[in-house]
Each structure stands twice: as C-alpha cells, then as structure tokens.
C-alpha cells in the first residue's frame, strides 16, 4: 500500500502564501484519491480541507474555497495544496491522505473515516 510524507508546513504571517507537499511511495500514485485534512487540539475528528480525485474532480470546504488549490503530479508522486491568504484559524496539523479509486464509494470526499492511508502530519502556524 502507499506511504505518504508531508512537509512544509511553518509559522506565517496572516495574508500570506505557504504550498504544502504530500510525497507518496509504495505504489501507483495516479491510482489513488487524495485529500488534504487538518486537525486543531481539541477538535475531535480531522475536517477536510480539499480533496482530488484521479479524474480531476476536486471539492473544496467552504472556509478555503477560493483561497486553497490542491493539484498532483503523477510523475513525482506528489500531492500539493497551495494556500493563499491565509487566516489564524488556518492554524492546524495539515495530513494528506489517500484512497484506492477502485473502493471509492460515492458521496462526499472530504470525510476523513474512508481514507486507510494517512502521513504523519506536517503544522501550520499562521500569527495575526
């Protein structure tokens, strides 16, 4: 199965830019879904961010639409999410996580209890 690495989350100034990166190995990248997920301390269950599945389709929550874009690269294994105009409550642990398209049910792909695959995390500070 696929192991995912995130990286480059840091601390930001309120307004800012910051592009997140998800390097998946262990197998064929391009079949899977993936999704970008976040957790606050004390928040219970991680909230979908943005979520791409292998055809392209991409949903968004309504608290980034318009400021995040999520994109992959076949080629490198990559999943991104490019943020912009970010807020204090940004501010989380950010996981990407993925699905075998083959199992993909329908429905909304921004709950976090279908995906198997997890990273370990990568945070993101953003001061005001």
């Known amino acids: 199965h696929v192991q995912l690495v995130e990286s480059g989350g840091e601390s930001v100034q309120a307004g800012g830019l910051l592009t997140l990166s998800c390097i998946a190995s262990?197998?064929?990248?391009?079949?899977?879904?993936m999704a970008w997920f976040r957790q606050t301390p004390g928040k219970g269950e991680r909230e979908g961010v943005a979520s791409l599945e292998t055809n392209g389709a991409t949903r968004y929550a309504d608290s980034v639409m318009g400021r995040f874009l999520v994109y992959r690269e076949n080629a490198k294994n990559t999943l991104y999410l490019q943020m912009g105009n970010l807020r204090p409550d940004d501010t989380a642990t950010y996981y990407c996580?993925?699905?075998?398209?083959?199992?993909?049910?329908?429905?909304?792909?921004?709950?976090?209890?279908?995906?198997?695959?997890w990273g370990q995390g990568t945070q993101v500070t953003v001061s005001s």
């Open positions: 996580a993925a699905l075998p398209s083959a199992i993909a049910a329908r429905g909304n792909p921004l709950l976090p209890n279908q995906y198997p695959y």
């Open positions: 262990g197998d064929s990248f391009n079949r899977y879904q």
